[in-house]
């Protein structure tokens, strides 16, 4: 099945710097990457997700882009602020199988 | 509208008594998915259902743990002879169809002791 990993594991950065978190995948099937965001005590939520079709998707100050050669796909996060501060959660899920696995996490700390 | 409930919020359960974990899709929903998440986790996928067939459990641990969808819309899983490894937060996620985006419930937390 699908493998998920994902780094870092933890991540401290300044207000107003830009974050960064990267995951690979092992399922050459895949095609679609979805990034869910989860604050303490809170059930994940979806902030952004993009399809094997385009390499690159934009929302705001958040950016996912992926690298299907080299099966990789990443989350920026620009302009940081302190309510960007949670555990990221990147997945991946193919058309044919759709059980979405999820990498092991990110803590990003944002500090004011 | 509704999001995808889950019943109990929390259980507590002695070692060894079986527990049955309840989750409500959103409606219309086909696919729903049950995880498990360790404090300081990932959620670790268990089983995938669409409609009301599993199609996917290869995630479940053992076969202490089962999983229903009878009519295609509410899900139970059911995990016998707990063991206090079993200690997590159960999360159920629905979506419209496979490979779209899932829809998370709040999570049951069980503890076993």
């Known amino acids: 099945g699908e493998n998920v990993e994902q780094h870092p594991s933890t991540l401290s950065v300044q207000e107003g710097d830009s974050a960064v978190i990267k995951c690979t995948y092992s399922?050459?099937?895949?095609?679609?990457f979805p990034w869910y965001k989860q604050e303490l005590g809170k059930r994940p939520q979806l902030i952004i997700d993009?399809?094997?079709?385009?390499g690159e998707k934009k929302d705001q100050r958040i950016a996912v882009t992926l690298n299907k050669t080299a099966k990789h796909f990443s989350l920026h996060i620009t302009e940081t602020q302190p309510e960007d501060s949670a555990v990221y959660f990147c997945a991946a899920s193919t058309t044919n199988n759709n059980d979405m696995r999820f990498g092991a996490g990110t803590r990003l700390t944002v500090k004011p | 509208g509704a999001g995808v409930s889950q019943t109990p919020s929390n259980k507590v359960t002695e070692k060894g008594k079986y527990v049955e974990l309840r989750c409500d899709p959103i409606?219309?929903?086909?696919?729903l998915y049950w995880y498990r998440q360790s404090l300081g986790q990932g959620p670790e996928f268990l089983i995938y259902f669409q409609g009301t067939g599993a199609a996917d459990d290869s995630g479940l641990p053992n076969d202490r743990f089962f999983a229903v969808r009878p009519e295609g819309s509410v899900s139970t899983l059911k995990i016998q002879r707990t063991e206090r490894g079993d200690s997590a937060v159960y999360l159920c996620a629905s979506s419209s169809q496979g490979n779209t985006e899932a829809f998370f419930g709040q999570g049951t937390r069980l503890t076993v002791v």
């Open positions: 409606s219309g929903h086909t696919a």
């Open positions: 993009i399809r094997s079709n385009v």
């Open positions: 399922d050459s099937a895949s095609n679609y």
